[in-house]
């Protein structure tokens, strides 16, 4: 468990986002207090300042999970930290000369929001360059630790800080944390060797993440579940402000209860693995005791026991949440973790300010008790349902292997001309003669081979049937460049590869007929040489990673 922290570069980013995260909670504290004090108690503009923080990722999301697997990802993290960094000090120094407003706050804070939505994809999937695979569950299990010790503490000292000393204070204390990280991130990217990128169109990256998680079940299904979930958990901090005040608190008196959410996902971390030795899936099981907290947090009458169900939905969030992540971050290769992730975060991060803007108009309505018990409600009825999503556990989760691509030249069909490289589209053309009887077995291969294309770069896929000749079916899918198929050749895995092999076996012919076929500019004259030195790196992937193999009379595949 301890693994991950003997890596000098890991320890050095968790330690600096520790210190970001205290500075990320005592901004959450002044951001909200200062709201709730310029617009008189309103729980819908406390609602829109708490969303401002994750609102963006609805819109830039996959943009930054696209930048993270086709850019340095350290040096999109020191861009993106220095946005949130002059966003926090501007807070500060309008705050401190009274020249703040609600709706200046709040584009600052989108601003802000903005910076996070850039640097969570590239963070996150920045964690495989940083320690070995199998090291990754360990590695993610501290920084959730780590964040939710800041949640512990940074609410509190939030609290105190704004009490004391206003919240300019607090704006500028997140300022200076932004830097430490900026420093700790150009230390790790000194010890990071260089890396495959993806060299392809903004466009393309962000079609072939949407595609990656359309046609996974096992992510679409937990995409699914988190969206609804950042729906129904966001209610308890959303309106937290008011609930403090209704109890008669003050932003100490929020702070605190905020810590003892943190505190509770401390617990959470602690108690983790004692839960899953007894075989619980930590993901049905947090959702539906978050709920349960949620809903005696609306009934209790004192500080106390509202700190007592603070701490249960902090140790069931965290149970939840954090096995989610693992999850996400398991099921997806290297080669789109950047886009999964995005993903991963759009729906629950990204959809969570829907959450806490609903709750607050809610609020405002029917009463902040009303509000806390009705969508918690709606937590313990998800987590009921959550069996249906068919979400494997951990230890069920085999991380995608790559067996045949690993062996191949990992710069194969890399040099070449980049006008050759973007040509496009590229159309294959693989033909098979089935044998009558095995016709249905083999439908339902073509299935699973359909999904393995789409999932590794095809953007169309079809299966095709000889009217003259019914045992002869042609598969016809697309890429949207040549590059992006030789790409596709280096994701395959090793279930892939093994659902070509059975697909290949059904043809009763030579063998499966393979054509490649790429749009030509007539108005451009082709570098022949080039283009003869792409068709060669290419014969030479279909000869070793288990495609179906070229004719001997065709060059180009």
Known sequence: MTSPLRIARFRALWSASIFSAIGTFVQSVAGSWLMLELTNGSNTWVGLMVASSTLPLLFFSLTAGALADMFDRAKIMVLAQSIMAVSALSMALLTHFGRMTPGILLLLGLMLGMGGALNLPSQQALLPELVPREMIPSAIAFQSAGFNAARAVGPAI?????????????????????????????????????????NTTMFSAVTMGIRYARYTEKFRNLLTLSALYAITSAVVQAVLPGYTTELRGTAGTYGFLLGAMGTGALIGVATRNRITERGVHLIPFGIFLFGVFGILLGFVPNLALAAVCMAGCGAFWLLSLSTMNTTAQLIAPDWIKGRAMALYNLSFSGIAPLGSILAGVVADQVGIRATLISFSIGSVVLGLLTPRFRIPKLEEIEEPAFTIADSLNPHLGQEVDESISEEGPVVVLNTWVVDEADIPE??????????????TGAYRWGLMRNVSDPTRFTEVFANHSWYDHLAQHRRIDDDAAAVIKRARAFDRSDGPMTRHLISVDVLEAIDEYDYMRTLASHEEMHATDGSIPLPSDETAG
Do not use: C, D, H
Request: hydrophobic share 55%.
């Open 442 to 455: 083999f439908l339902k291969v073509m299935q699973q081979l359909r999904l393995v294309r789409l999932t």
């Open 158 to 198: 939030g609290g105190a800080i704004v009490a004391a000393y206003g919240a300019a204070i607090g704006f500028g204390v997140n300022s200076i944390s932004y830097l430490a990280m900026i420093a700790v991130v150009l230390y790790v990217a000194s010890t990071l060797g260089p890396r495959e990128r993806e």
